[in-house]
């Protein structure tokens, strides 16, 4: 998280998606992976296990009080209970941005991510610039994202690491009232469930 020799290196091009591709070349002709297993994973991360299970746990905390404040108190037993835990989600903390205080996540040491949630974390999550940055100047990397913090709001920014793992609990939408979870958890993205986004406004 977050070699061989450095002569492996140049046999590899350049290309972030390149390199990936050619390492799965090379350790499937020797043998030690299996690519229809690995299509398995992967699809798995991206389809079934993404970010609409954490989508839909944030609207059920938007439209039911009682379980918003047991994923806020204490959400494991629960998630356990839902079967939304698992590998990299063994322990979750769930933060609440609010009218004072909008949360961001990163792991500064290495990539930690709740993937039982949010499935595979997005390229950016992983890169040295976003890992420096969003803790030296959270207010700028957030209007990167085109995200502007008024002054008079507290920007927290929250360290994963492989003990814990933080999902952000964006703030409702207005013009949400009568929805059903299944429109709610349409709203939230992966980015609003990392702090680098915001939750989308309903469509008239």
């Known amino acids: 998280m977050p070699h061989d020799h450095d002569h492996s290196h140049s046999l590899l091009p350049p290309d972030p998606a390149l ?11 020797k043998g030690l992976i299996d690519p229809a297993a690995l299509d398995e994973i992967i699809d798995t991360y991206q389809s079934r ?18 379980f918003r404040q047991e994923m806020l ?12 835990y698992g590998r990299q989600g063994e322990h979750m903390v769930f933060v609440e941005n609010t009218d004072a205080v909008h949360n961001v996540v990163v792991c500064t040491l290495c990539s930690c ?15 040295d ?38 999902l952000v609990v964006p703030q409702r939408p207005e013009g949400t009232d009568g929805m ?7 709203l939230v993205s992966r980015d609003s469930m990392i702090g680098t986004g915001l939750a989308k406004a309903p469509t008239a």
Request: proline share 9%.
């Open 49 to 66: 296990i993404g970010p609409q299970i954490g989508a839909e746990v944030v609207a059920r905390m938007w439209a039911d009080d009682a």
């Open 129 to 166: 610039a976003y890992r420096a940055r969003v803790v030296r100047e959270p207010r700028a990397v957030l209007a990167d994202f085109g995200i502007v913090v008024p002054e008079d709001k507290k920007v927290r920014v929250w360290d994963s690491t492989a003990e814990i793992r933080y």
């Open 73 to 84: 108190t204490d959400p494991m037993p629960r998630l356990q209970d839902m079967e939304m």
């Open 113 to 127: 991510y709740p993937w039982p949630l949010l499935g595979i974390p997005p390229g950016w999550y992983k890169s």
């Open 19 to 29: 390199r990936v591709r050619a390492l799965e070349t090379i350790l499937t002709e």
């Open 180 to 186: 059903n979870i299944e429109g709610l958890a349409e």
